[in-house]
């Protein structure tokens, strides 16, 4: 059954076994040894690693969304990031709101909305990708304006993947609408998911998993 917002964005995930379906926020964060139960590859390059097994998936997504629109030039940003990395892009961001004049706690809470904490970020399991399409050298909400993100969003459950943070949805993932942000569930969640409108902390919720 449906759950609540409140509850959805607490839960914390019993199951963690199943690769695909692993839910990684504020309450549920990257289990320790994490990495040593899969194999990382290299996606155009060794500066760009995921997990081997949404490879093929993400470069099948790519291709067939550049095919179909040559203007679109989609192309993977971000995929992988140590905890080093994430620790240090989060601190990066609390000093940037810090220089604006709010305090640690505020400056912590604010950038966590944008850059996780190190173990709380996706980025840390090589499972979700972040995308760029024509015309954009950085990561902007205007990019849901584009053709190219039209498309990935009527496509994309097609290869397994979720618009991982929507919009309307904020409230429960704890971090803003980023139209970039693509997270590998398989195929069948992900026709669920965005043929519902919910995000993964709903669908992990509702099934109690």
Not at 30 to 36: F, I, K, R, T
Not at 54 to 68: T, Y
């Amino acid at each position: 059954g449906t759950v609540s917002p409140a509850s959805a964005k607490t839960y914390v995930q019993k199951d963690r076994s199943t690769w695909n379906l692993l839910l990684v926020n504020d309450y549920n964060p990257v289990p320790e040894n994490y990495l040593s139960t899969f194999t990382m590859a290299n996606y155009n390059g060794a500066s760009k690693q995921c997990d081997s097994r949404i490879v093929e998936p993400l470069r099948k997504m790519l291709n067939d969304g550049n095919a179909a629109n040559a203007s679109f030039k989609l192309s993977a940003a971000s995929l992988y990031r140590t905890e080093e990395l994430q620790a240090k892009n989060y601190n990066n961001k609390v000093n940037y709101y810090k220089g604006q004049g709010y305090d640690q706690q505020t400056a912590e809470s604010l950038a966590a909305t944008v850059i996780k904490r190190p173990g709380q970020s996706e980025h840390n399991t090589g499972l979700c990708v972040d995308l760029l399409g024509a015309g954009y050298a950085s990561l902007e909400q205007s990019f849901e304006n584009t053709e190219a993100y039209k498309w990935l969003v009527e496509h994309c459950a097609e290869y397994g993947f979720i618009l991982r943070y929507p919009k309307d949805k904020e409230d429960i993932t704890s971090v803003i609408f980023e139209p970039w942000h693509y997270r590998y569930v398989g195929v069948e969640a992900a026709t669920e998911i965005m043929e519902r409108g919910i995000c993964l902390e709903e669908y992990i919720a509702e099934r109690g998993l």
